[in-house]
Protein backbone atom coordinates (compact mmCIF):
# COMPACT_ATOMS: atom_id res chain seq x y z
CA UNK A 1 0.00 0.00 0.00
CA UNK A 2 1.46 3.47 -0.80
CA UNK A 3 1.77 6.36 1.27
CA UNK A 4 -0.87 8.17 -0.71
CA UNK A 5 -3.63 5.34 -0.37
CA UNK A 6 -2.55 5.31 3.79
CA UNK A 7 -3.33 9.52 3.75
CA UNK A 8 -6.58 8.72 1.62
CA UNK A 9 -7.57 5.99 4.30
CA UNK A 10 -6.51 8.01 7.16
CA UNK A 11 -8.91 11.21 6.09
CA UNK A 12 -11.48 8.94 5.51
CA UNK A 13 -11.78 7.23 8.84
CA UNK A 14 -11.19 10.84 10.45
CA UNK A 15 -14.49 12.05 8.44
CA UNK A 16 -15.78 9.20 9.71
CA UNK A 17 -15.65 9.92 13.04
CA UNK A 18 -16.61 13.52 12.68
CA UNK A 19 -19.71 12.52 11.45
CA UNK A 20 -20.14 10.58 15.20
CA UNK A 21 -19.61 14.00 16.16
CA UNK A 22 -22.43 15.32 14.42
CA UNK A 23 -24.57 12.80 15.27
CA UNK A 24 -23.43 13.33 19.26
CA UNK A 25 -23.95 17.69 19.70
CA UNK A 26 -25.99 16.99 22.77
CA UNK A 27 -23.21 14.91 24.07
CA UNK A 28 -20.13 17.22 23.88
CA UNK A 29 -17.54 14.56 25.74
CA UNK A 30 -18.68 12.01 22.62
CA UNK A 31 -18.28 14.82 20.29
CA UNK A 32 -14.89 16.18 21.63
CA UNK A 33 -14.02 12.06 21.42
CA UNK A 34 -14.87 12.01 18.07
CA UNK A 35 -13.22 15.18 17.02
CA UNK A 36 -9.91 14.35 19.16
CA UNK A 37 -9.82 11.21 17.28
CA UNK A 38 -10.01 12.85 13.95
CA UNK A 39 -7.42 14.90 14.73
CA UNK A 40 -5.02 12.24 15.41
CA UNK A 41 -5.98 10.09 12.41
CA UNK A 42 -5.53 13.28 10.19
CA UNK A 43 -4.05 16.87 11.39
CA UNK A 44 -3.96 18.28 7.79
CA UNK A 45 -7.28 17.96 6.83
CA UNK A 46 -9.33 20.50 6.16
CA UNK A 47 -12.59 19.10 7.20
CA UNK A 48 -11.14 18.12 9.99
CA UNK A 49 -9.38 20.94 10.94
CA UNK A 50 -12.63 23.22 10.02
CA UNK A 51 -14.77 20.85 12.20
CA UNK A 52 -12.25 21.04 15.24
CA UNK A 53 -12.23 24.87 15.49
CA UNK A 54 -15.98 24.92 15.26
CA UNK A 55 -16.80 22.54 18.26
CA UNK A 56 -14.56 24.53 20.29
CA UNK A 57 -15.90 27.80 19.18
CA UNK A 58 -19.25 26.81 19.65
CA UNK A 59 -18.72 25.24 22.81
CA UNK A 60 -16.72 28.36 24.25
CA UNK A 61 -14.26 26.73 24.66
CA UNK A 62 -12.08 29.56 23.11
CA UNK A 63 -8.66 28.93 23.63
CA UNK A 64 -9.16 25.28 22.16
CA UNK A 65 -10.62 27.26 18.65
CA UNK A 66 -8.03 29.37 18.09
CA UNK A 67 -5.03 27.43 16.92
CA UNK A 68 -7.52 25.07 14.66
CA UNK A 69 -8.93 28.81 13.13
CA UNK A 70 -5.56 30.43 12.13
CA UNK A 71 -4.95 27.30 10.50
CA UNK A 72 -8.11 27.09 8.47
CA UNK A 73 -6.76 30.64 7.90
CA UNK A 74 -3.97 29.82 6.80
CA UNK A 75 -4.93 26.72 4.47
CA UNK A 76 -7.65 28.88 3.18
CA UNK A 77 -5.31 31.82 2.25
CA UNK A 78 -2.81 29.40 0.81
CA UNK A 79 -5.42 27.75 -0.97
CA UNK A 80 -7.02 31.09 -2.70
CA UNK A 81 -3.44 32.43 -3.42
CA UNK A 82 -3.71 35.07 -0.65
CA UNK A 83 -0.83 36.49 0.63
CA UNK A 84 0.32 34.26 4.25
CA UNK A 85 -0.41 37.78 6.06
CA UNK A 86 -4.07 38.38 6.26
CA UNK A 87 -3.68 42.13 7.02
CA UNK A 88 -2.33 42.57 3.64
CA UNK A 89 -4.76 40.79 1.77
CA UNK A 90 -7.67 43.50 0.46
CA UNK A 91 -11.33 43.15 -1.15
CA UNK A 92 -9.83 42.01 -4.94
CA UNK A 93 -7.69 39.57 -3.46
CA UNK A 94 -10.31 36.76 -3.88
CA UNK A 95 -14.58 37.08 -4.61
CA UNK A 96 -15.23 38.21 -1.39
CA UNK A 97 -18.29 39.46 -2.42
CA UNK A 98 -19.76 36.33 -3.99
CA UNK A 99 -19.03 33.64 -1.13
CA UNK A 100 -18.08 31.29 -3.33
CA UNK A 101 -16.91 28.63 -0.82
CA UNK A 102 -12.61 29.00 -0.26
CA UNK A 103 -13.47 32.82 0.42
CA UNK A 104 -16.18 31.94 3.07
CA UNK A 105 -14.30 29.73 4.72
CA UNK A 106 -11.46 32.52 4.85
CA UNK A 107 -13.72 34.87 6.43
CA UNK A 108 -15.71 32.43 8.80
CA UNK A 109 -12.66 31.11 10.11
CA UNK A 110 -10.79 35.16 10.51
CA UNK A 111 -14.19 36.20 12.35
CA UNK A 112 -13.50 33.25 14.72
CA UNK A 113 -9.86 33.41 15.14
CA UNK A 114 -10.58 37.74 15.73
CA UNK A 115 -13.00 37.10 18.32
CA UNK A 116 -11.21 34.15 20.19
CA UNK A 117 -8.29 36.68 20.53
CA UNK A 118 -10.06 39.44 21.85
CA UNK A 119 -12.01 37.21 24.15
CA UNK A 120 -8.76 36.24 25.19
CA UNK A 121 -7.94 39.58 26.32
CA UNK A 122 -5.97 40.95 22.92
CA UNK A 123 -8.35 43.11 22.07
CA UNK A 124 -5.83 44.89 19.19
CA UNK A 125 -5.54 41.56 17.15
CA UNK A 126 -9.48 40.39 17.61
CA UNK A 127 -10.54 43.94 16.45
CA UNK A 128 -8.32 44.53 14.10
CA UNK A 129 -9.06 40.77 12.48
CA UNK A 130 -12.95 41.19 12.65
CA UNK A 131 -11.95 44.97 10.99
CA UNK A 132 -10.07 43.89 7.96
CA UNK A 133 -13.29 41.00 7.24
CA UNK A 134 -15.62 43.95 7.44
CA UNK A 135 -13.32 45.62 4.86
CA UNK A 136 -13.25 42.09 2.88
CA UNK A 137 -17.08 41.53 3.34
CA UNK A 138 -18.64 44.73 2.30
CA UNK A 139 -22.01 43.72 2.75
CA UNK A 140 -21.00 42.64 6.25
CA UNK A 141 -22.70 38.80 5.61
CA UNK A 142 -20.46 37.25 8.86
CA UNK A 143 -21.29 40.62 10.77
CA UNK A 144 -17.78 41.34 11.65
CA UNK A 145 -18.17 45.20 11.51
CA UNK A 146 -20.97 45.03 14.32
CA UNK A 147 -18.97 42.29 16.26
CA UNK A 148 -15.83 44.50 16.02
CA UNK A 149 -18.31 47.42 17.29
CA UNK A 150 -19.18 45.54 20.21
CA UNK A 151 -15.93 44.47 20.89
CA UNK A 152 -14.18 47.93 20.83
CA UNK A 153 -16.99 48.92 23.46
CA UNK A 154 -16.26 45.40 25.07
CA UNK A 155 -19.93 44.80 25.59
CA UNK A 156 -21.06 48.36 26.98
CA UNK A 157 -24.37 49.57 25.26
CA UNK A 158 -23.64 53.23 23.62
CA UNK A 159 -26.06 54.76 26.05
CA UNK A 160 -23.92 53.96 28.81
CA UNK A 161 -21.54 56.08 27.79
Known amino acids: MGEETV ?24 SEAAVL ?20 FYNSRLAEAL ?10 ARALGLPEDWRRV ?18 QALVAWGYCRARLGDLADGIEALTRVAALDRHDRFGAARLAEVVRRQGRDDADD
Open 7 to 30: AVDAVAAALARLEGARAARSEPET
Open 37 to 56: AALALAPDDLAVRTAAYKFY
Open 67 to 76: PHAAWTVAHA
Open 90 to 107: EPGSAAFDRLEPGPRLFL
